[in-house]
């Protein structure tokens, strides 16, 4: 008898660790679908956090793109008394052409160097297309996406041209002033 009562307590022993597994396994099977599914929420809103992230950073760069505003184009007008109109119009584009270098600066860093615009273009001599000179001065000057400035153009005689060009020692040759 008593090798009837092992074997009956063994198999009540393996039939109780069988039930007790499955019932482990049964319980923690479930945790781990309810586990897995809170992964997958998690990793989909994070995946949204990300996007939604994403999609303020590009219009964070939008907004500081707009607020560090460029010069995109540079307008010369010749305010009265206006000189002949080809004059004015060489005028225009020869500052234009001087002040190209200007164009797709940030509008902040212009401003900052205002006076020295201002110093430069203070009294510009251009000499035009026929030899003949204008004198150029800076009246105002307006920054903004269009660097805008006004300024009056005044035609130069001549003698003053000869005059400025005797300063000048790689000229002085070529000029003829006073014949012996």
């Known amino acids: 008898m008593s090798g009837k009562v092992w074997k009956g307590y063994i198999s009540m022993f393996v039939i109780g660790s069988l039930i007790g ?6 319980v923690y099977g479930r945790e781990m679908e309810e586990m897995m599914l809170l992964t997958k929420s998690m990793e989909m809103q994070n995946k949204k956090l990300y996007e939604e992230n994403q999609s303020l950073k590009q219009s964070q760069n939008d907004s ?28 225009v584009e020869q500052m234009e052409k001087d002040l190209a270098s200007l164009k797709e600066k940030k509008i902040e860093q212009v401003a900052e160097v205002h006076q020295v615009l201002h110093e430069m273009l203070r009294r510009r001599e251009y000499v035009l297309s026929d030899g003949t000179m204008a004198e150029v ?4 000057v307006v920054i903004g996406r269009t660097l805008h ?3 009056t153009a005044e035609v130069k005689k001549e003698e003053a041209w000869n005059k400025v060009a005797r300063n000048f020692l790689f000229l002085e040759p070529y000029i003829q002033s006073n014949p012996h």
Do not use: N, Y
């Open 21 to 26: 597994g499955a019932t482990i396994l049964f």
């Open 64 to 91: 500081r793109k707009k607020q560090e505003a460029i010069i995109e184009e540079i307008r010369v007008s010749v305010l009265d008394p206006k000189p002949h109109p080809t004059i004015e119009v060489q005028v």
């Open 137 to 140: 001065r800076v009246r105002t």
């Open 149 to 151: 400035l006004f300024v």
